[in-house]
Protein backbone atom coordinates (compact mmCIF):
# COMPACT_ATOMS: atom_id res chain seq x y z
CA UNK A 1 0.00 0.00 0.00
CA UNK A 2 1.09 3.73 -0.57
CA UNK A 3 0.56 5.95 2.15
CA UNK A 4 1.44 9.85 1.51
CA UNK A 5 2.04 12.51 4.18
CA UNK A 6 -1.29 13.77 5.67
CA UNK A 7 -2.87 14.77 9.08
CA UNK A 8 -5.36 12.87 11.32
CA UNK A 9 -8.34 14.86 12.46
CA UNK A 10 -11.56 13.63 13.77
CA UNK A 11 -13.46 11.31 16.21
CA UNK A 12 -11.76 7.73 17.64
CA UNK A 13 -14.01 5.49 19.91
CA UNK A 14 -11.53 3.00 21.46
CA UNK A 15 -11.84 -0.70 20.03
CA UNK A 16 -12.91 -3.76 22.62
CA UNK A 17 -9.85 -4.52 24.66
CA UNK A 18 -8.50 -7.91 23.27
CA UNK A 19 -7.01 -9.02 26.37
CA UNK A 20 -9.83 -8.18 28.52
CA UNK A 21 -11.63 -10.41 26.24
CA UNK A 22 -9.97 -13.32 25.81
CA UNK A 23 -9.93 -13.43 29.62
CA UNK A 24 -13.99 -12.46 30.08
CA UNK A 25 -14.99 -15.02 27.16
CA UNK A 26 -12.23 -18.30 29.27
CA UNK A 27 -13.87 -17.03 32.73
CA UNK A 28 -17.77 -17.30 31.02
CA UNK A 29 -16.53 -20.78 29.28
CA UNK A 30 -15.99 -22.06 32.53
CA UNK A 31 -18.89 -21.21 33.79
CA UNK A 32 -22.30 -22.99 34.25
CA UNK A 33 -24.60 -21.36 32.15
CA UNK A 34 -24.92 -18.91 29.94
CA UNK A 35 -22.61 -15.93 30.20
CA UNK A 36 -22.98 -12.20 27.80
CA UNK A 37 -20.32 -10.32 26.63
CA UNK A 38 -20.85 -7.35 25.21
CA UNK A 39 -18.44 -5.17 23.18
CA UNK A 40 -16.38 -8.45 21.45
CA UNK A 41 -14.05 -6.75 18.66
CA UNK A 42 -13.83 -10.23 16.06
CA UNK A 43 -9.91 -10.10 15.18
CA UNK A 44 -7.71 -13.26 14.43
CA UNK A 45 -7.18 -13.46 17.87
CA UNK A 46 -10.59 -13.19 19.44
CA UNK A 47 -11.67 -15.69 17.00
CA UNK A 48 -9.06 -18.36 17.95
CA UNK A 49 -10.26 -18.40 21.63
CA UNK A 50 -14.05 -18.40 20.58
CA UNK A 51 -12.84 -21.58 18.73
CA UNK A 52 -11.12 -23.11 21.48
CA UNK A 53 -13.37 -22.64 24.43
CA UNK A 54 -15.62 -25.29 22.02
CA UNK A 55 -12.85 -27.49 23.05
CA UNK A 56 -13.76 -27.07 26.93
CA UNK A 57 -17.46 -28.06 26.48
CA UNK A 58 -18.65 -24.63 25.86
CA UNK A 59 -20.59 -23.47 22.99
CA UNK A 60 -21.50 -19.87 22.05
CA UNK A 61 -23.61 -17.48 19.44
CA UNK A 62 -22.83 -14.26 18.23
CA UNK A 63 -25.21 -11.21 17.36
CA UNK A 64 -23.62 -7.74 16.54
CA UNK A 65 -21.02 -7.58 18.94
CA UNK A 66 -22.32 -9.68 21.79
CA UNK A 67 -21.38 -12.88 22.25
CA UNK A 68 -23.50 -15.31 24.29
CA UNK A 69 -21.41 -18.33 25.83
CA UNK A 70 -23.04 -21.42 27.37
CA UNK A 71 -20.44 -23.38 29.73
CA UNK A 72 -20.60 -27.03 30.59
CA UNK A 73 -18.39 -27.72 33.80
CA UNK A 74 -18.99 -31.23 33.40
CA UNK A 75 -17.71 -31.73 30.08
CA UNK A 76 -14.83 -29.91 31.02
CA UNK A 77 -13.73 -32.34 33.86
CA UNK A 78 -14.83 -35.29 32.41
CA UNK A 79 -11.93 -37.75 31.42
CA UNK A 80 -14.50 -39.97 28.50
CA UNK A 81 -14.60 -38.49 25.10
CA UNK A 82 -13.10 -37.50 21.84
CA UNK A 83 -9.31 -35.85 21.70
CA UNK A 84 -9.40 -31.84 21.67
CA UNK A 85 -7.84 -30.30 19.12
CA UNK A 86 -7.19 -26.26 19.94
CA UNK A 87 -6.72 -24.53 16.91
CA UNK A 88 -4.92 -21.07 18.31
CA UNK A 89 -4.04 -20.09 14.58
CA UNK A 90 -1.44 -16.97 15.46
CA UNK A 91 -2.52 -16.14 19.05
CA UNK A 92 0.06 -16.70 21.86
CA UNK A 93 -2.64 -16.12 24.10
CA UNK A 94 -4.61 -18.71 23.47
CA UNK A 95 -2.23 -21.08 23.23
CA UNK A 96 -0.82 -20.57 26.72
CA UNK A 97 -4.45 -19.58 28.72
CA UNK A 98 -5.46 -22.87 27.04
CA UNK A 99 -2.88 -25.12 27.96
CA UNK A 100 -3.57 -25.64 31.92
CA UNK A 101 -7.34 -25.80 31.10
CA UNK A 102 -6.53 -28.58 28.93
CA UNK A 103 -4.83 -30.68 31.57
CA UNK A 104 -8.36 -30.71 33.92
CA UNK A 105 -9.10 -34.02 32.88
CA UNK A 106 -7.24 -37.03 31.51
CA UNK A 107 -8.43 -36.75 27.62
CA UNK A 108 -5.60 -36.35 25.05
CA UNK A 109 -5.64 -32.83 23.71
CA UNK A 110 -3.31 -31.29 20.82
CA UNK A 111 -2.56 -27.74 20.19
CA UNK A 112 -2.04 -26.52 16.47
CA UNK A 113 -1.46 -23.05 15.25
CA UNK A 114 1.25 -21.26 12.95
CA UNK A 115 4.64 -22.09 12.49
CA UNK A 116 5.82 -19.13 14.29
CA UNK A 117 3.36 -19.67 17.37
CA UNK A 118 4.73 -23.60 17.97
CA UNK A 119 7.97 -22.42 17.70
CA UNK A 120 7.16 -19.78 20.98
CA UNK A 121 8.65 -20.85 24.27
CA UNK A 122 7.02 -22.75 26.60
CA UNK A 123 9.26 -24.02 29.10
CA UNK A 124 7.23 -22.90 32.14
CA UNK A 125 4.46 -25.46 30.99
CA UNK A 126 6.93 -28.28 30.04
CA UNK A 127 8.64 -28.32 33.47
CA UNK A 128 5.65 -28.52 35.53
CA UNK A 129 4.06 -31.46 33.22
CA UNK A 130 7.69 -33.02 33.68
CA UNK A 131 7.40 -32.82 37.69
CA UNK A 132 3.49 -33.93 37.65
CA UNK A 133 4.65 -36.49 35.26
CA UNK A 134 1.87 -35.00 32.62
CA UNK A 135 2.63 -35.67 29.31
CA UNK A 136 4.16 -33.04 27.00
CA UNK A 137 5.75 -33.49 23.66
CA UNK A 138 6.32 -31.76 20.77
CA UNK A 139 5.58 -32.76 17.29
CA UNK A 140 5.72 -31.70 14.04
CA UNK A 141 1.79 -31.15 13.66
CA UNK A 142 1.59 -29.15 17.22
CA UNK A 143 1.73 -29.85 21.18
CA UNK A 144 -0.03 -33.22 22.91
CA UNK A 145 -0.11 -33.45 26.20
CA UNK A 146 -1.88 -36.08 28.29
CA UNK A 147 -2.52 -35.86 32.01
CA UNK A 148 -4.46 -34.15 34.98
CA UNK A 149 -3.05 -31.18 36.84
CA UNK A 150 -2.56 -31.31 40.58
CA UNK A 151 -3.16 -28.53 43.08
CA UNK A 152 0.31 -27.33 44.92
CA UNK A 153 3.04 -24.74 45.15
CA UNK A 154 4.12 -23.58 41.79
CA UNK A 155 7.37 -21.37 41.31
CA UNK A 156 7.63 -19.38 37.77
CA UNK A 157 10.03 -16.44 37.27
CA UNK A 158 8.02 -13.11 36.99
CA UNK A 159 9.92 -12.17 34.36
CA UNK A 160 8.82 -14.47 31.80
CA UNK A 161 5.57 -13.40 30.30
CA UNK A 162 2.58 -13.19 32.35
CA UNK A 163 0.45 -15.73 30.14
CA UNK A 164 1.80 -18.52 31.58
CA UNK A 165 0.69 -17.21 35.38
CA UNK A 166 -2.40 -16.29 33.73
CA UNK A 167 -3.37 -19.59 32.21
CA UNK A 168 -2.62 -21.55 35.69
CA UNK A 169 -4.68 -18.49 37.53
CA UNK A 170 -7.50 -19.81 34.81
CA UNK A 171 -7.31 -23.82 36.21
CA UNK A 172 -6.08 -23.74 39.76
CA UNK A 173 -9.39 -22.30 41.58
CA UNK A 174 -10.75 -25.44 39.89
CA UNK A 175 -8.86 -28.07 41.54
CA UNK A 176 -9.88 -29.88 44.40
CA UNK A 177 -7.19 -28.29 46.73
CA UNK A 178 -5.87 -24.91 47.66
CA UNK A 179 -2.70 -24.04 45.50
CA UNK A 180 -0.35 -20.66 45.47
CA UNK A 181 1.81 -19.38 42.68
CA UNK A 182 5.14 -17.87 43.90
CA UNK A 183 6.73 -15.10 41.23
CA UNK A 184 10.40 -15.13 41.71
CA UNK A 185 13.01 -12.24 40.73
CA UNK A 186 11.05 -9.11 39.74
CA UNK A 187 7.57 -9.17 37.94
CA UNK A 188 7.43 -7.87 34.62
CA UNK A 189 3.48 -7.41 33.39
CA UNK A 190 1.88 -7.22 36.27
CA UNK A 191 -0.58 -5.26 35.08
CA UNK A 192 -1.88 -8.17 32.71
CA UNK A 193 -1.85 -10.45 35.90
CA UNK A 194 -4.05 -8.02 37.60
CA UNK A 195 -6.40 -7.33 34.45
CA UNK A 196 -6.87 -11.52 34.92
CA UNK A 197 -7.36 -10.92 38.61
CA UNK A 198 -10.20 -8.16 37.83
CA UNK A 199 -11.93 -10.63 34.93
CA UNK A 200 -12.02 -13.93 37.44
CA UNK A 201 -13.21 -11.64 40.11
CA UNK A 202 -16.37 -10.48 38.23
CA UNK A 203 -17.38 -14.39 37.47
CA UNK A 204 -17.49 -15.30 40.99
CA UNK A 205 -13.56 -16.49 41.47
CA UNK A 206 -11.50 -14.93 44.66
CA UNK A 207 -7.02 -15.26 44.22
CA UNK A 208 -5.44 -13.37 46.61
CA UNK A 209 -1.57 -11.78 46.97
CA UNK A 210 -0.30 -13.27 50.02
CA UNK A 211 2.25 -10.94 49.70
CA UNK A 212 4.21 -9.07 46.87
CA UNK A 213 5.40 -11.90 45.25
CA UNK A 214 3.14 -14.58 46.03
CA UNK A 215 -0.50 -15.85 44.58
CA UNK A 216 -2.91 -17.93 47.02
CA UNK A 217 -5.54 -19.41 44.87
CA UNK A 218 -8.34 -21.60 47.24
CA UNK A 219 -9.15 -24.48 45.40
CA UNK A 220 -12.38 -26.45 44.93
CA UNK A 221 -14.35 -22.83 43.78
CA UNK A 222 -16.54 -22.04 40.71
CA UNK A 223 -17.20 -19.86 37.94
CA UNK A 224 -20.51 -18.32 38.18
CA UNK A 225 -22.57 -16.83 34.89
CA UNK A 226 -22.45 -12.55 34.36
CA UNK A 227 -22.77 -10.45 31.89
CA UNK A 228 -20.20 -8.08 31.22
CA UNK A 229 -19.00 -5.18 28.57
CA UNK A 230 -15.51 -4.91 27.64
CA UNK A 231 -13.87 -1.98 28.08
CA UNK A 232 -11.90 0.17 25.65
CA UNK A 233 -8.42 -1.05 24.67
CA UNK A 234 -5.37 1.62 25.41
CA UNK A 235 -2.96 -0.75 23.39
CA UNK A 236 -4.98 -0.14 20.41
CA UNK A 237 -5.91 3.84 20.94
CA UNK A 238 -1.98 4.30 21.64
CA UNK A 239 -1.81 4.48 17.66
CA UNK A 240 -4.02 6.86 17.25
CA UNK A 241 -2.44 9.18 20.47
CA UNK A 242 0.39 8.79 18.48
CA UNK A 243 -1.39 10.65 15.39
CA UNK A 244 -2.26 13.67 18.09
CA UNK A 245 1.63 13.68 19.19
CA UNK A 246 2.92 13.36 15.79
CA UNK A 247 0.74 16.33 14.60
CA UNK A 248 -3.15 15.17 14.15
CA UNK A 249 -6.61 16.44 15.94
CA UNK A 250 -8.04 13.19 17.23
CA UNK A 251 -10.56 13.21 19.88
CA UNK A 252 -10.13 9.83 21.74
CA UNK A 253 -13.54 7.96 23.21
CA UNK A 254 -14.33 4.72 25.06
CA UNK A 255 -11.79 4.78 27.29
CA UNK A 256 -12.18 3.77 30.94
CA UNK A 257 -9.62 5.68 32.92
CA UNK A 258 -9.47 3.21 35.66
CA UNK A 259 -8.77 0.69 33.73
CA UNK A 260 -6.05 -1.60 34.96
CA UNK A 261 -4.63 -2.02 31.72
CA UNK A 262 -0.68 -1.40 31.91
CA UNK A 263 -0.59 0.47 28.37
CA UNK A 264 -2.73 3.22 29.45
CA UNK A 265 0.82 4.64 29.97
CA UNK A 266 1.25 5.04 26.69
CA UNK A 267 -0.38 8.84 27.10
CA UNK A 268 2.43 9.77 29.26
CA UNK A 269 5.28 7.92 27.94
CA UNK A 270 4.79 9.77 24.46
CA UNK A 271 4.76 13.29 26.57
CA UNK A 272 7.89 12.60 28.38
CA UNK A 273 9.47 11.73 24.16
CA UNK A 274 7.66 14.72 23.25
CA UNK A 275 9.61 16.57 25.89
CA UNK A 276 12.77 15.55 24.66
CA UNK A 277 15.52 12.35 25.10
CA UNK A 278 14.35 9.94 28.12
CA UNK A 279 14.72 6.86 29.41
CA UNK A 280 11.74 4.45 29.48
CA UNK A 281 11.32 0.81 31.05
CA UNK A 282 8.87 -0.61 29.06
CA UNK A 283 8.90 -4.41 30.38
CA UNK A 284 5.21 -4.13 31.60
CA UNK A 285 3.77 -2.48 28.80
CA UNK A 286 6.16 -4.44 25.88
CA UNK A 287 3.63 -4.21 23.18
CA UNK A 288 4.08 -0.42 23.26
CA UNK A 289 7.48 -0.93 21.94
CA UNK A 290 7.08 -0.67 18.47
CA UNK A 291 4.68 2.44 18.09
CA UNK A 292 6.66 4.06 21.24
CA UNK A 293 9.96 3.75 19.31
CA UNK A 294 8.34 5.35 15.63
CA UNK A 295 7.40 8.18 18.54
CA UNK A 296 11.02 9.22 19.53
CA UNK A 297 12.40 8.80 15.96
CA UNK A 298 10.33 11.89 15.12
CA UNK A 299 11.58 14.00 18.40
CA UNK A 300 14.90 13.86 20.22
CA UNK A 301 14.98 9.54 20.20
CA UNK A 302 14.77 7.68 23.46
CA UNK A 303 16.31 4.91 25.67
CA UNK A 304 13.98 2.23 26.44
CA UNK A 305 14.97 -0.80 28.81
CA UNK A 306 13.20 -4.31 28.88
CA UNK A 307 12.86 -4.62 25.67
CA UNK A 308 14.46 -8.86 25.43
CA UNK A 309 10.97 -10.15 25.36
CA UNK A 310 10.16 -7.96 21.99
CA UNK A 311 12.34 -11.06 20.28
CA UNK A 312 9.57 -13.82 21.30
CA UNK A 313 6.54 -11.33 19.46
CA UNK A 314 4.97 -12.61 16.59
CA UNK A 315 8.19 -11.17 14.65
CA UNK A 316 11.22 -10.24 16.29
CA UNK A 317 10.04 -6.46 17.01
CA UNK A 318 13.44 -5.06 18.64
CA UNK A 319 15.15 -6.35 15.39
CA UNK A 320 12.64 -5.54 12.82
CA UNK A 321 11.83 -2.19 14.20
CA UNK A 322 15.68 -0.96 14.18
CA UNK A 323 15.90 -2.68 11.01
CA UNK A 324 12.79 -0.63 9.31
CA UNK A 325 13.75 2.08 10.85
CA UNK A 326 16.82 2.69 9.28
CA UNK A 327 14.93 2.86 5.81
CA UNK A 328 13.32 6.13 7.30
CA UNK A 329 17.32 7.71 8.07
CA UNK A 330 16.62 6.45 11.76
CA UNK A 331 19.66 5.44 13.69
CA UNK A 332 19.31 2.82 16.55
CA UNK A 333 21.03 0.54 18.72
CA UNK A 334 19.57 -2.35 19.71
CA UNK A 335 21.44 -4.84 22.67
CA UNK A 336 19.74 -7.59 24.88
CA UNK A 337 17.16 -5.92 27.04
CA UNK A 338 18.03 -2.24 25.57
CA UNK A 339 17.43 -0.40 22.46
CA UNK A 340 18.20 3.18 21.80
CA UNK A 341 16.76 5.78 18.99
CA UNK A 342 18.66 8.19 18.47
CA UNK A 343 17.74 11.75 16.86
CA UNK A 344 17.81 11.83 13.38
CA UNK A 345 16.13 13.29 10.15
CA UNK A 346 13.92 11.31 8.79
CA UNK A 347 13.04 10.57 5.01
CA UNK A 348 10.68 9.07 2.76
CA UNK A 349 11.91 5.59 2.86
CA UNK A 350 13.15 4.69 -0.85
CA UNK A 351 12.50 0.60 -0.41
CA UNK A 352 9.41 -0.45 0.32
CA UNK A 353 8.83 -1.04 4.35
CA UNK A 354 8.03 -4.61 5.58
CA UNK A 355 5.40 -5.39 7.88
CA UNK A 356 6.72 -8.98 8.79
CA UNK A 357 3.49 -9.93 9.50
CA UNK A 358 2.99 -8.04 12.66
CA UNK A 359 0.02 -6.26 13.54
CA UNK A 360 2.05 -4.19 15.53
CA UNK A 361 4.48 -3.40 13.48
CA UNK A 362 2.34 -2.38 10.38
CA UNK A 363 0.24 -0.18 12.40
CA UNK A 364 3.29 1.45 13.56
CA UNK A 365 4.90 2.12 10.39
CA UNK A 366 1.78 3.46 8.73
CA UNK A 367 1.25 6.36 11.48
CA UNK A 368 5.11 7.21 10.79
CA UNK A 369 4.42 7.17 7.00
CA UNK A 370 1.58 9.96 7.46
CA UNK A 371 4.41 12.23 8.15
CA UNK A 372 6.86 10.99 5.73
CA UNK A 373 4.63 8.96 2.85
CA UNK A 374 5.92 5.40 1.47
CA UNK A 375 5.32 2.29 0.35
CA UNK A 376 3.94 -0.70 3.14
CA UNK A 377 4.32 -4.33 2.36
CA UNK A 378 1.78 -6.58 4.46
CA UNK A 379 -0.81 -4.43 5.65
CA UNK A 380 -3.54 -7.30 6.12
CA UNK A 381 -1.71 -8.64 9.32
CA UNK A 382 -3.81 -5.94 11.10
CA UNK A 383 -6.64 -8.89 10.84
CA UNK A 384 -5.08 -10.48 13.99
CA UNK A 385 -5.89 -7.39 16.51
CA UNK A 386 -7.36 -4.62 14.89
CA UNK A 387 -9.53 -5.83 11.35
CA UNK A 388 -10.77 -2.22 10.62
CA UNK A 389 -7.71 -0.48 11.47
CA UNK A 390 -7.02 1.24 8.07
CA UNK A 391 -10.62 1.69 7.89
CA UNK A 392 -10.24 3.81 11.11
CA UNK A 393 -7.39 5.72 9.74
CA UNK A 394 -9.28 6.64 6.46
CA UNK A 395 -12.14 8.23 8.56
CA UNK A 396 -9.93 10.50 10.26
CA UNK A 397 -8.45 11.89 6.71
CA UNK A 398 -5.59 9.95 6.08
CA UNK A 399 -4.72 9.38 2.56
CA UNK A 400 -3.33 6.06 1.29
CA UNK A 401 -4.36 3.77 -1.31
CA UNK A 402 -3.83 -0.24 -1.75
CA UNK A 403 -1.79 -1.27 -4.64
CA UNK A 404 -1.75 -5.21 -3.94
CA UNK A 405 -4.36 -7.48 -4.28
CA UNK A 406 -5.61 -8.56 -0.78
CA UNK A 407 -3.93 -6.18 1.30
CA UNK A 408 -7.38 -4.42 1.09
CA UNK A 409 -8.70 -6.94 4.06
CA UNK A 410 -7.69 -3.89 6.92
CA UNK A 411 -9.81 -1.71 5.50
CA UNK A 412 -12.60 -3.96 4.02
CA UNK A 413 -13.36 -6.22 7.44
Known amino acids: MIINPSKAKGFFVAPPSKSMAHRLLICAALSDGKSVINNVAFSEDIKATLECIKQLGASFTVKD ?14 DSGDEKIYN ?4 GSTLRFFIPLSMLN ?21 EICRKQKIDFNRTKDGIEICGKLKPGTFEIRGNISSQFITGLLFALPLLEKDSELILTESIESRSYIDLTLEAQKQFGIKIQWKNDNTLFIQGNQSYNCYE ?13 EALNILRGNVQIKGLNKQSLQGDKV ?24 PVLFIVAACFKGAEFTGTGRLKIKESDRGRVMCNELSKFGVKSLQEENRIVIYESQLK ?24 TGGRL ?6 KKSFPDFFRRLKELSIDFKFEAEGESDGLDN
Open 348 to 371: KPEKTVDGHNDHRVVMSLAVLMTI
Open 106 to 126: NRKSTFTGSKVLMSRPLSVYE
Open 65 to 78: NQVTVTGNPEFLFS
Open 88 to 91: CNES
Open 377 to 382: EGAGAV
Open 266 to 289: CFDYFQEIKNGFTSIDISDCPDLG
Open 228 to 240: VTVEGDYSNAAFF
